[in-house]
C-alpha cells in the first residue's frame, strides 16, 4: 500500500484497534467530536467531523462565531483533546499527543506575546526552551523577521509596535521551529480593513514560498474566500462542506453556506418551483439582470416581472431588491459601470437570468 501507513494509537486505552491514515495528508480528522460540559449544560462543539488537509495546502476553516473552529484547531494543535474520534498529523496518530509533541504551531489570535522581552527574544524563545546557544537562536530569529519584512525592530519591546507589526512577529515566532502545519487562529482579526488585506497577500504569499501547511481560521468569508485552496465551512460544530472556493461559491452544498457564502437568493418549496422543478435552489444576485421600461436588450420572456422596493449602493455594483408579483423578494445586484439603469424605488421591473445561473441545492438540512 503505498502512500498509506498503518498507524497503532500508542494509548492502549484510548483505542486498540489499527488505523489507517493517508499520508499525503498533513491533517486528518476522523470522526472528531469535542463536548463541553460547564455549569450542568452540554455543548457539542465539534460534532462528527471528518476532514483531510493536503501537505502544503492553505485550508481555511470558515464558520459564524460558536460554530467550532477554534476547538477543531485546538484538537489539531493539541490544546483540547477530543471526546471521541482521531487525529493525524503526515499520517501519525497523534489524538493524545500533547502539543509539544506535536509537529505544529500556532498563532493565536491575540498573539500572546511577552510583553517583558524584546522582539528578537520573543521570536527565539523557543528555541531558548529547547536549549538552543544564544548566537545561534538570535541568527535564526533574526532571519525570520527578515522574512516576514520586519528586519529592524528586534530590539524592540512588542508594545513599541503597530498592530501589524505585532502580527507578523507572532507569525515569525511561530514560524522558527519550523513547524510542518502552521494553526492561524483569526491572526488578522484585530487589523483595520486595509493593513487586513495587505496582510492577507503577504500571508499567502509567505506561505507559497514556505511551501508549510496553514490551517487558516476566519469567520470572514471574504478572507476564506480570497486566500484559500481550500475550505471547510463549519455551522454548529459541523463540517457542512468542504470545497475549493470558487466551488463553494457557485455549487453550495447546503442553504446554510449559500447564505453564509456571498449574497444569495435561495428560493425554497413554491418559490422555487415557480422557475424550476426544484425543492430549494440559489440564484446570485449578480447573475440577474434587470431591464425597465419598453426597450430591452434581451429575446424571449422575462423569468418575473416585479417592483422595486429598495436600492442600495456598494461601491462596485448597486443592489437591489425586487418583489416578483408571484413568490420571494429577489436580490439583483448591477454594475456601477454597466449600461443598466439604476431603478428608483416603485419602479417596475423584468427579470432575467439563464439556467446556467440556477443552482439547485440538493441537501435538505
Ligand atoms: P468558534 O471558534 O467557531 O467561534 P468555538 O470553537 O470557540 O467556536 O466554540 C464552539 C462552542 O463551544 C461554543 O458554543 C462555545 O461557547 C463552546 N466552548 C468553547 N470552548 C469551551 C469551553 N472551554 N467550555 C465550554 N464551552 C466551550
Ligand atoms: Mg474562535
Not at 523557543?126 to 527578515?146: D, N
Amino acid at each position: 500500500m503505498t502512500g498509506w501507513r498503518v498507524c497503532a494509537s500508542p494509548f492502549l486505552r484510548f483505542s486498540t484497534r489499527e488505523r489507517v491514515f493517508p499520508m499525503t495528508s498533513a491533517v486528518s480528522l476522523r470522526d472528531v467530536s469535542c463536548v463541553f460540559r460547564s455549569a450542568g449544560k452540554t455543548v457539542h462543539a465539534v460534532a462528527g467531523v471528518d476532514l483531510e488537509v493536503r501537505s502544503g495546502e492553505f485550508f481555511t476553516l470558515l464558520g459564524p462565531s460558536g460554530s467550532g473552529k477554534t476547538t477543531c484547531l485546538r484538537m489539531i494543535g493539541g490544546f483540547t483533546l477530543p471526546t471521541s474520534g482521531h487525529i493525524a498529523i503526515h499520517g501519525q496518530d497523534v489524538s493524545q499527543h500533547p502539543p509539544y509533541e506535536r509537529p505544529v504551531n500556532t498563532v493565536f489570535q491575540d498573539y500572546a506575546l511577552f510583553p517583558h522581552m524584546s522582539v528578537l527574544d520573543n521570536v527565539a524563545y523557543s528555541l531558548m526552551v529547547r536549549g538552543v546557544e544564544r548566537a545561534t537562536r538570535e541568527k535564526k530569529a533574526q532571519q525570520l523577521l527578515e522574512t516576514v519584512q520586519l528586519p529592524d525592530v528586534g530590539q524592540r519591546k512588542p508594545l513599541q509596535l503597530s498592530g501589524g507589526q505585532r502580527q507578523r512577529v507572532a507569525l515569525a515566532r511561530a514560524l522558527i521551529s519550523e513547524p510542518q502545519v502552521l494553526l492561524l487562529d483569526e491572526p488578522l482579526g484585530a487589523l483595520d480593513l486595509k493593513l487586513r488585506e495587505q496582510m492577507q497577500s503577504e500571508l499567502k504569499s509567505l506561505q507559497r514560498k514556505l511551501g508549510i501547511t496553514f490551517i487558516f481560521v476566519t469567520h470572514d468569508q471574504h478572507e476564506a474566500l480570497s486566500m484559500s485552496d481550500r475550505i471547510g465551512v463549519f455551522n454548529q460544530g459541523r463540517l457542512e462542506q468542504v470545497a475549493t472556493p470558487s466551488e463553494l461559491y457557485t455549487r453550495p452544498a447546503t442553504r446554510f453556506v449559500a447564505e453564509f457564502v456571498g449574497a444569495a437568493n435561495v428560493l425554497q418549496g413554491d418559490d422555487a418551483r415557480l422557475y424550476a422543478p426544484a425543492n430549494a435552489l440559489m440564484i446570485r444576485p449578480e447573475l440577474i439582470e434587470l431591464q425597465m421600461g419598453e426597450a430591452t436588450t434581451r429575446s424571449g420572456p422575462a423569468r418575473a416581472h416585479g417592483t422595486v422596493h429598495e436600492v442600495q449602493f456598494f461601491g462596485a455594483f448597486w443592489r437591489v431588491q425586487v418583489q416578483p408579483e408571484q413568490g420571494a423578494a429577489l436580490l439583483v445586484d448591477l454594475p456601477v459601470h454597466g449600461s443598466a439603469q439604476v431603478p428608483d424605488p416603485g419602479a417596475s421591473a423584468r427579470l432575467y437570468w439563464s439556467d446556467a445561473a440556477m443552482h439547485v441545492i440538493e441537501a435538505q438540512a
